[in-house]
Each structure stands twice: as C-alpha cells, then as structure tokens.
C-alpha cells in the first residue's frame, strides 16, 4: 500500500461526516428559521455581503468594520460565495461542512502517526460526537469554524515534512484571528526544538511578521481588536474545571497519557482559564473561543491512540455518553429542534428589502442575522436593562410535533423565540 492510500480516512469516518454534516445543517437551519442565531452570524453575512458589494467591512451589529475588531481576512474568499447567495444559511452550511471536514484530516492525522483503521476511525468519530464540536457546528458562524480543519491539516503537512503546505497553512490559520499568531509562535518554537528545525523556525516567523503587521494595521487605522480581560486569579474555578473534564471525556481522556507533552497546550488553556467574566463563559463546551484548544485535544488524542491502540474501542463508547448527557445542542437527551413562528421569520426575511434604517432590538436578534444582506438593518446596541429574552432550549417536545402536523397543537402554551412555554408565563406578547 502506497504512503498516500494509507492516510485516507476510513471510510466509516467519511460516513460519519457526511452524516454529521446532513444533521447539523438541518439543526441549524431549524435554529435560523426559528430566529434563535445570535448577531456575530449576522455580523458575517453583512461584512461579507457589503464586500460584495464595495462597502467594506463595517457592519451594524459591530458599528465599525469588521477588519479593525479582528483581523480576519482570510474570510474575504468567501465574498464571491456570499455575493452570489447572500443569506445566513450560505454560512452556516460552510461552517458545518469545516467541522465536519476536520475530522477526515484529523484521522488522516491519526494514520501517519501509526494509528490503525480503527484507532483513526474512533477518534474521527469521537471528534465528530464531542460536545465540543456539535457545540461550535451548532454555534454562530465566526473565523474559528475553520480551526479544526485547518489545524489538523498543518499538523499532518507538519508530520509528513511538507514544509510548503505547512506554511499555507500556517498562514490562513493566521488570517483566521489575530490570536493565532500567538499560538503559532509557541507550536512553532515547539517544533523547531524537538521535530523539524527549519519548519518550525519558519512558522515561527510567519507568526511574528503576521503579528507586527496586524498591530501596526490597529495602530494606523486608531483600532483597538475586541479582546477579554485577564487576570492572575482563576474566576470560577469549578466552571472551569467542569469545561476541561467535559473536553477530555469523548476522548476516554487519551490526551492525559502524554504526560510532560500536555506542556504544549498551555496558552491555549492559559487563555480560557485566566480570563476574566466576559459577556458569557468562554470556557463553554462549544464556543468560537475553545476551538483551538478543541483542535489541539483532538489531535493529542490520535497521537495517544497510535500509541495506545487500546483507547480506539472506550474512546467511541465515552463520546456517545457525551453526545447524549453533555451536549449543548438541540441532540442532548431531553432537548428538541425549536418551533418555527413562519410569520415572524417571513417578517424577518421582508427586511431584506428594508429602503431605510432599521434597528432590531436585542432579544429578537435572530432578525437581524436573517435580514443582515441589507445594510440599513443594524441592531440596537446591548442594553443590560432590555427585557424580553427567550429561554435557550426546547424541552418540550409536544409544540415541536405539532407544527410538523403530528398531534394537535398543547393548550395554553405559547411560543418565544421557538421555545414552547405556558402563555402567561412569556416575556412578551404571546406568538403562535
């Protein structure tokens, strides 16, 4: 067997891709449809539709161009997609079918490490049925979608000592978010000192050259990136805590094996752990901000599962617990697709044509993503006092049936944002 055919994936990994990608597309779209995305989504599909169109970055959920909160322009190949199907599912099928691609590269990964059929296949898998993953697939779309994609293919370029696939690499993972470089700068040190010098000195390179120009960028446009605050003390510790166990579960915590070498993942996890309170946790199961570390977890685990071929088998059983009692998405046991309103997203999708500025409110943001290919929508800026918010999740299965004709529709409940609930107990006026 050539080097070449002993890479591909397995197949069933291909068939667990195709299928995860055929669900989340069409969770994803119930959730759009539902008007439950949040406005980075919409933050995207402006940006990328005003490009389209001459108006640059600038968006209406951000107040400013896009490129001067994070340098993102590797997203800019995108435009000719968007200019031709301007809608917020053009993206949220993109950024499914990255997530679901990551884990063809990530046993791909596991093969030239020495995996056997079945190790590749277990960690694809459990990659692919990971809370973490599900969670960013079921997420907004955000330049981070493309990380675990884009990090397994480098580190197979790195594996195999292709020194010219791993620097176009290295490069659109530093076009993906200013961060980036900072993590490229470590792995690249890293891989000059104990695998292949000239690779790594080079990526190393790349990462500070990519990192002095986006603060010289900021410095001349009188930017300043949107960043959290750190601190030297750990704010909710169990939190966190429960997010690192919760990362390591699908993988029967195959990473740990490494010992010393878990030392390489330390920024990554220096950034979730010393941060302080954001505008929500950013050590989430699934969040745009865990997707490097999402990405280094998967690949530890195929490295660890080439050495231990033994995981292969409670590695899948630990990842289908997971999938099914820790997720954070619509899969978990107890938890259903939202209630389409057709008449308020017929409503949403009538502002696209909007002639004049409209402001959407910030509880119904979901309109705004649905409407954003118009630039005269731009949504309210955040209001701590704004009342209004839907809860996050169906658990009630009976609305759902019903609206897909299956039984008739439950007394007295009403629906906010498709979340079936109790008519008086809805935080605006009930919808039906």
């Not at 055929?22 to 539709?49: C, E, H, P, S």
């Not at 995108?78 to 301007?86: K, N, S």
């Not at 997420?139 to 981070?144: H, I, P, S, V």
């Not at 690249?188 to 050259?209: F, N, P, Q, T, Y």
């Amino acid at each position: 067997m050539s080097e070449r055919a002993s890479l591909r994936p397995p197949r069933a990994v291909v068939v667990a891709a195709v299928v995860f990608a055929l669900v989340y597309i069409a969770l994803d779209l119930n959730k759009l449809y539902a008007l439950r995305y949040g406005a980075d989504t919409g933050t995207f599909v402006q940006w990328l539709t005003g490009e389209a169109h001459g108006r640059g970055s600038w968006n209406g959920a951000e107040y400013r161009p896009h490129l001067q909160v994070h340098d993102s322009w590797v997203l800019l190949a995108l435009v000719p997609l968007m200019a031709a199907f301007p809608y917020a599912q053009t993206l949220l099928v993109v950024q499914v079918v990255a997530i679901a691609g990551a884990a063809l590269a990530l046993a791909a990964f596991a093969r030239s490490c020495g995996a056997n059929a079945w190790g590749a296949t277990a960690v694809g898998i459990a990659y692919l049925l990971s809370p973490s993953a599900q969670g960013i697939a079921y997420g907004n779309f955000l330049e981070n979608v493309f990380v675990p994609l884009l990090a397994a293919l480098g580190a197979l370029a790195v594996r195999r000592r292709a020194p010219i696939a791993a620097l176009i690499i290295a490069q659109l993972l530093l076009g993906l978010k200013e961060d980036e470089a900072l993590f490229l700068a470590w792995f690249g040190a890293a891989c000059a000192l104990w695998w292949d010098r000239r690779i790594g000195v080079a990526v190393a390179a790349l990462a500070l050259v990519n990192c002095v120009a986006f603060v010289v960028f900021e410095r001349l446009a009188g930017a300043q990136p949107s960043l959290p605050g750190y601190a030297l003390h750990v704010d909710e510790p169990l939190q966190k805590l429960a997010f690192f166990a919760a990362l390591l579960a699908p993988f029967a915590f195959a990473p740990l094996l490494l010992r010393w070498r878990l030392l390489l993942a330390a920024p990554l996890v220096a950034e979730l752990v010393f941060n302080r309170p954001w505008a929500y946790p950013i050590a989430r199961i699934g969040t745009h901000w865990t997707a490097p570390l999402v990405a280094a977890t998967a690949l530890a685990a195929a490295y660890a599962v080439a050495k231990y071929p033994r995981l292969a088998t409670p590695m899948l059983g630990c990842a289908v617990l997971c999938a099914l009692f820790f997720n954070d998405t619509a899969l978990k046991i107890g938890r259903y697709p939202y209630v389409v309103d057709r008449g308020a997203y017929a409503a949403a999708t009538a502002l696209r044509d909007a002639p004049r500025r409209v402001v959407v409110r910030r509880p119904v943001e979901g309109v705004y993503v649905v409407a954003a290919a118009n630039p005269n929508v731009v949504l309210a800026k955040y209001d701590p006092r704004e009342t209004g918010y839907c809860p996050a999740y169906n658990k009630d299965p009976r609305a759902f049936l019903a609206s897909l004709g299956v039984g008739p529709w439950p007394a007295n409940i009403a629906l906010c944002g498709g979340v079936p609930l109790r008519a008086d107990a809805t935080p605006g006026p009930p919808r039906r």
